[in-house]
Each structure stands twice: as structure tokens, then as C-alpha cells.
């Protein structure tokens, strides 16, 4: 006789139920979600555009992007001359890969770049030749709905917004010189767990500096030395002999327990141990606390920070959504 049994969850698509599992505001009620950043959600780009030319006019950028983009302007100087009405520019959303548009610098601003919501207020001149820039990224809004969005308001020191990364998704790019962004002081306390989507730009080899990829009120939780080796620290450290995403995007994961730290990449353990019971406070990504020691040249797509220690079928559920998200291997 055959016999028909109800769903599990009357009511919810099995496709939603799909989408759920080892998502974050799923799993905040059980497990605590105190801050979660991931770069195609709440990027404010910065509002004035960084040149590497030679002391060149500014231009600044106004509105809110309607979707993700990758920004980048080229003025050349060449094509007809140095000022309004002579000097040519183009445009790009994904990061100067390819180009929407061209035209001539023709007025002050400001100018609608097409479709993107944005626009730009364009500067009297003289324009060097080939002036670049590329969109920074001014703040990173928290997603768990506390509201500790990270932030860089000095325009020299913002990360680039990458619309396309080696995963096809944005990621945040930290220069390794003086990029850094920073929430506000949170309290935090262990246990927790902490997955990282990263990227190593500069692959680490012996002679290289110390980067902090992210930091907790002055302690470096996570950097990447010369050796190179990874540690994972919280006062105390637990060591691996490698660098971990390096120069490809990985899942990192991050026990702060006590002694019961753990270290992982791709659903690997690369160490384990006592990683120090320093709870931390301001989170400070790309560099070491609120200044430019240690800097990272590293590319972040997501952190998540779980206020628990997860347990491991929960912990195996995040890892894939994420695998599946950014096509990393696990």
C-alpha cells in the first residue's frame, strides 16, 4: 500500500528551506549574530575619486549606485587638450575591464554615468594625461541588523570595491600600504566562530611583512607573516605553517574558544589550540587596530561572526552555502 507522509515543514518550498540552511539570520536567534558583512550587500562607494596622476583636478561622485559597481574613470589629456570642452574621458562599472561610454569633459557636473544611479561632478581642468581612478568604498554596511557597519571616512586610506573578483562576485581590496576600515568599539566576548571569504593578493614568501587581515581592539586575530605562517590569535596563538588564501579565494574559519581554538580553511583544520580568551573590541579589517601597521593586500567577500562555538553539522552548513556562493572548493 503506498503511503503518503506530510513535508517536514508544511507550508515552505523545499527550495526555501534549501536557501535557509547555513544562512546567518537563520541561525542568529540559536546561535547570536553579532556582526556580518558581505560585499555585494550595503557598499556605500567613497564620494571623492582617488587619481594616480600627478596632483590632478578631483572629481567627486554623488548618489546611490542601483546596483553593484565597479567604478573607474580615465581623463586623457592627449586627444584635445588639458581642460573643459578639450580633454576626453571613459567610463566603466566593472573596474575598467571594459568601457560604457566615452565622451568629452564638457561642464562642471554633474554627469549621470548611464544607468548606474551615480554621477559624477567633473572639475574646470587642466586635466594630466591619463588620469585613473577607481571607486572606494567609504563604509560597509553590518547586515545582522546591529548595526556595526565598518568605515573609513579618509579617502586615502578607503579599499577599492571590486565588482568582479576571481569568484564573479564583488569583494572589498585592501592596499597593503595604508587601507583600513573600522566599526565603532562592540563588546564581544568567546565563544565564537568567525567565517572569512578571502583572497591573499600578494602572495606571502619568506622576507615579507606581518598582515593583519582583521583585528579586535589591538589584538591580531587573524595575520599572515613572513615565514610564512598563519596565526590565529586572541592573546594567545596557534600557528600554521602556510598562508592560508593565498592568492586564491578561501573559506576561512575561526574557533575562539579558549583553549579550544581552531583554525580552518576549505573544511580543513591547519591548527588548533589555545588561541588566548582577549574578547576584543572594535573590529578593524586590513589592518592592525585603528592605524596602518601591519597592513594586508587582500581581497574580503564576506565575515561572519557567530556568537557560539556552532556545532559541527551547523558549521558544515555555513561552509557549503558559502562554497556554493563564491565556487570555492571544499
Do not use: C
Not at 111 to 124: D, E, I, K, P, R
Not at 168 to 183: E, K, L
Not at 208 to 213: A, F, G, L
Not at 304 to 320: D, G, K, M, N, Y
Amino acid at each position: 500500500m503506498n503511503r503518503r507522509f506530510p513535508p517536514l515543514n508544511p507550508g515552505v518550498p523545499l527550495a526555501v528551506r534549501r536557501l535557509r540552511a547555513g544562512n546567518p539570520l537563520a541561525l542568529a536567534a540559536q546561535y547570536g549574530l553579532p556582526i556580518w558583512l558581505r560585499a555585494d550587500m550595503g557598499v556605500t562607494l567613497g564620494s571623492t575619486l582617488l587619481a594616480e596622476g600627478t596632483s590632478p583636478p578631483v572629481w567627486t561622485i554623488s548618489g546611490t549606485p542601483t546596483r553593484q559597481v565597479g567604478l573607474h574613470l580615465e581623463i586623457d589629456s592627449v586627444a584635445g587638450g588639458t581642460g573643459l570642452g578639450q580633454a576626453t574621458y571613459k567610463w566603466s562599472e566593472n573596474n575598467g575591464a571594459t568601457y560604457v561610454a566615452t565622451g568629452v569633459v564638457t561642464a562642471a557636473g554633474p554627469t549621470a554615468l548611464g544607468t548606474t544611479g551615480l554621477s559624477v561632478s567633473q572639475a574646470a581642468g587642466p586635466y594630466n594625461i591619463n588620469n585613473k581612478w577607481d571607486a572606494t568604498v567609504l563604509a560597509w554596511a553590518d547586515q545582522s541588523g546591529n548595526g556595526r557597519n565598518v568605515a573609513q571616512g579618509t579617502p586615502a586610506r578607503q579599499p577599492k570595491f571590486i565588482l568582479s573578483d576571481t569568484t564573479g562576485r564583488p569583494s572589498i581590496s585592501g592596499d597593503g600600504v595604508d587601507d583600513f576600515m573600522n566599526t565603532a568599539s562592540f563588546a564581544t566576548a568567546q565563544p565564537s566562530t568567525v567565517f572569512l571569504v578571502m583572497k591573499m593578493v600578494t602572495v606571502q614568501s619568506p622576507g615579507s611583512n606581518h598582515d593583519t587581515v582583521w583585528s579586535r581592539g589591538g589584538t591580531p586575530f587573524m595575520l599572515i607573516d613572513s615565514t610564512p605562517r598563519t596565526i590565529l590569535s586572541a592573546g594567545a596563538n596557534i600557528t600554521y605553517a602556510g598562508a592560508v588564501a593565498n592568492g586564491a579565494h578561501a573559506i576561512i574559519e575561526m574557533v575562539l574558544n579558549g583553549a579550544s581554538g581552531e583554525l580552518v580553511e576549505n573544511g580543513v583544520v591547519r591548527a588548533s589550540g589555545d588561541v588566548g580568551t582577549d574578547p576584543g573590541g572594535l573590529l578593524t579589517l586590513f589592518s592592525l587596530n585603528v592605524g596602518i601597521a601591519h597592513s594586508v593586500t587582500a581581497n574580503i567577500s564576506e565575515l561572519i561572526e557567530f556568537s557560539s562555538v556552532l556545532p559541527a553539522a551547523v558549521r558544515a552548513s555555513v561552509r557549503t552555502r558559502l562554497s556554493n556562493i563564491y565556487g570555492v572548493a571544499l
